[in-house]
């Protein structure tokens, strides 16, 4: 892969580790980041210091988001309160309480005077600031709630979660309208398309999924990445999408779909893309400092086997507007026939009040009912029609339908092979024994160093990232160090950790253990097989020292008429290690019939953990 992208600044942000970071869209200058040390301060792209810095929260900051004028902030806190910041004199205006547990995702309405939030305590609240309280609360998710979405006419919200399902509500009605569950790894990322009644979700199980929100189908899948995605954006004009995961950035087409490019860049702990006219920004954490990176669109040259794929058409839709984002009757238009949400799903708990607000809400604009060619800022194509086709058909089925998640198998890459991967040999190799130009002995060093170039910089990454793993855990805190292995977001050096603390059993501990369960499963969903193994074998671990102790705990929880704290610590790390186990074998399910070393291994551990169903 060719690398792109330069790395504008990198700053330390906080004075402890920093936690979230949000763009600004209107001026698409403004970056928000909070951090461990309760403060949450805004930054100018470009400049070296702060031009807020905002206190008032009680504990750590851990969501952040803009109100579309940039006028206000609001953070969400380890404790589960919401602050929201005045901009213009940078004072604390508001503080809004109800969640139980960290916020973890957060989100203004198109009109600014609503915020929904989603939580570890899996509740999803749409607060009032001008009420000072909330006024609606959706509970159906069974894991915390990554990414939340206003609809562009502000008449539904859009949850994704750590269990894997994106669902759907409808403001009006109070009440859930629809999930879509074909994810198989916690959802990180929702985005709406900017023209069409599209919806765009990137996921831990490393795919990004497009969903028609008339119809409710997954109309396209990404192939699989090699690591998670952390964040999607449409670019501007809406003919593509960018998705960022941890040291590449890709930009799709879909129905069918089709990767135009795949580029390096070592970002790392990547949590948000922006398009900005001729260029996309991403920003990235690492430990308490922060970097901004640019990848200029338009210098990337398009090539014809992109402007083939641009002339491919996806199939229309719909000649007419799209639907509104609302359950109720719609205004008719003159020329388009009506649509209506499904009705609204009645088991679904209501909410606080009925509606947010009896003003009206305007529809999305009318569109073109095929999509627009790829632009020529995007990067440039690097698969064929043809190409792009077979990998559409190889995702559906015989009566044309997706084909799900578990008939699927999930590329591996084995820990001893004979060849690099991906390695074409034919293309390797020269064509023909003909005679080249001489070159003399700098210029083959100089290319050769041009093509390590990219390796060397994420192995010099790799380096850093375990030498300050190491030094946490020469303090003996093996706490601190596992944080800090967790916010570092290197899966290389997961591994070469987890490989060490299972040939040392004595490091571990509930609290370790349920600490680390969220990046177990992400080892045993991965294409190499050197972490599936060490997955399987930091389970099996667990199991071994804990399994009893989480099921005695269980079956016997701290009593309600006194106060036991140690129990009642010891009972949620139990419990939390409990939830870990069972969302791994609901991960390992797709895999368990895989033929090989792997399946072996997972059909052993999914035997293992039935007792923890």
Known sequence: MERVGTNVSTFVAHGANVKCLSFGKKTRTLIATGGDDRHVNIWQIGKPNYIHHLTGSSSSVEAVAFEGEEKTVVGGSATGSLKLWDLATGKLVRSLNGHKANIRSLDFHPYGDFIASGSLDTVLKVWDIRRKGCIQQYKGHADAINAIRFSPDGRWVISGSEDSVVKLWDLTAGKMIKELRLHTGAITSLEFHPNEFLLATGSADRTVRWWDLETFSCVSESEVEASPIRSVAFDESGSCLYSA????????????????????????????????????????????????????????????????????????????????????????????????????????????????????????????SVRAPVPSGALRAVESVRESSNSAASNRGADGGDISPANRVTPV??????????????????????????????????????????????????????QIVRARWESGDYKAAVDTLIDLADQAVLVDVMNIMVAKASVWSLELSATLMPQIVGLLGSMYESYVITGVSVVQLVVRMFGQIVIDNIRSPPADGGVDITREERYDRCMAVHRGLRSIR????????????????????????????
């Open 413 to 466: 890459i084995p820990a001893q092979r004979d060849k690099p991967v991906g390695l074409n040999l034919d293309a390797f190799l020269p064509a023909s024994a003909a005679p080249t130009e001489d070159v003399n002995d700098s210029e083959i060093l100089e290319s050769i160093e041009t093509g390590h170039g990219s390796m060397i910089k994420v192995l010099q990454l790799r380096l850093r990232n375990t």
């Open 245 to 368: 995961a941890q040291d590449s950035l890709r930009v799709h087409g879909w129905e069918p779909w089709r990767s135009f490019d795949r580029k390096t860049l070592p970002w790392g702990n990547v949590r948000e893309v922006m398009v900005s006219g001729e260029k996309l920004i991403g920003g990235s954490i690492n430990q308490q400092q922060v970097s901004i990176w640019e990848v200029a669109l338009p210098k990337l040259a398009r090539t014809e086997a992109e402007a083939a794929v641009a002339g491919t058409q996806a199939p229309e839709r719909s000649n007419a507007a799209p639907p509104p984002y609302d359950a109720g009757p719609v205004r008719p238009d003159p020329v388009a026939p009506t649509y209506s949400a499904p009705p609204a799903v009645a088991v679904e708990p209501t909410p606080v009040r009925s509606a947010v607000d009896d003003r009206p809400l305007p529809t999305m604009a009318a569109q073109a």
């Open 586 to 613: 609901t991960a390992i399910g797709p895999r368990v019939q895989e033929p090989g070393k792997i399946g072996s291994q997972l059909r052993s551990l999914d035997k293992t953990l039935s007792s923890y169903d």
